[in-house]
């Protein structure tokens, strides 16, 4: 008889503690645009990190230009959401529409959202001159040229890193893109060999496709170190950059949404901190700049690639 009775308690306690463990876990609805490609992959890969947080219940809802909010407004309510993922512009947008008090977490943007809590495309500024000194430790002058709307908080957080490191910051605050490139010309009539380096912000300011060929040709001439967010621009030949890690920035996105879920806290904005590094070596040996095997390993592409 004890021993029944003693059956039955664990199987009571066992029960308790998994109505407990599954009552403490929050339900998180992530809502994500339609794509194709290696867009589609990208969002699989947050999603995938996402679920990696723990204590919570991951819910996802591909959306459309088409896609009511009403349906969405029925979905969270149905599935009784407790916090929003909003992936990309599109989910966003949608998002800001909803007739709901749901607090909204924001990622996969390269802009940072407003009122909402968020993590940018755009690499943390601290990640970037760590890098910058670990590759092309003579460079002591870094140029920039921003908008204020899109990058400024990004420039504030470069400004407070570059005192703990021996590097000076300019940085051109352009209002429009005939200001960008004037700003840029004068960056490039008066940057000095292998003193400098160009950063090229995720900043619509200037289009790549108008400034992206003059800074490669300059950079080639003057022996100067150029650097930003678009692996693209390393195979075309800058120094290196600095790429999302999207399944590492899933889970930072679910564990701020969780954070300020149960801290109650104010929205806050993060930059991209799990990162993925591209080096073009080619461009490296043309600054006097070589790498060990082992530093190579820690690079995730190397262009040109073999």
Not at 66 to 79: C, G, N, Q, R, Y
Request: aromatic share 8%.
């Amino acid at each position: 008889m004890n021993f029944k009775r003693i059956i039955i308690e664990s199987v009571l306690i066992l029960l308790c503690l998994t109505s407990a463990a599954w009552s403490s876990s929050i339900q998180l609805a992530v809502l994500y645009p339609e794509a194709r490609g290696n867009f589609s992959k990208v969002f699989e890969n947050l999603i995938s990190g996402i679920k990696e947080q723990q204590d919570i219940n991951v819910i996802s809802k591909q959306v459309t230009k088409a896609t009511p909010v009403e349906e969405i407004d029925k979905w969270l309510v149905e599935s009784n959401a407790q916090i929003i993922l909003s992936l990309g512009h599109l989910s966003y947008t949608l998002s800001k529409k909803l007739n709901s008090n749901i607090p909204v977490t924001v990622g996969a943007l390269v802009v940072s959202p407003k009122g909402h809590s968020g993590i940018s495309l755009a690499a943390d500024p601290r990640i970037f001159f760590k890098h910058l000194e670990d590759l092309a430790p003579d460079v002591k002058r870094v140029f920039v040229v921003y908008s204020e709307k899109n990058t400024g908080w990004l420039i504030d957080i470069a400004k407070r890193a570059v005192k703990e490191r021996n590097i000076e910051l300019i940085a051109y605050k352009a209002a429009d893109i005939k200001q960008g490139v004037k700003y840029y010309d004068e960056v490039l009539q008066q940057v000095r060999n292998g003193e400098d380096a160009i950063w090229i912000p995720l900043d619509r300011i200037v289009p790549d496709k108008i400034i992206l060929p003059k800074i490669l040709q300059a950079a080639w001439e003057h022996n100067i170190a150029v650097f930003s967010n678009n692996p693209l621009h390393t195979k075309k030949g800058t120094l290196f950059a600095l790429f999302p890690d999207h399944r590492l920035m899933g889970k930072d996105l679910a564990q701020l949404a969780v954070e300020q879920f149960i801290s109650k806290a104010k929205p806050r904005v993060l930059p991209a901190k799990s990162l993925k590094l591209a080096v073009n070596k080619r461009t490296a040996s043309h600054l006097g700049l070589s790498f060990s095997k082992s530093k190579q390993q820690q690079f995730d592409i190397i262009f040109p690639s073999r």
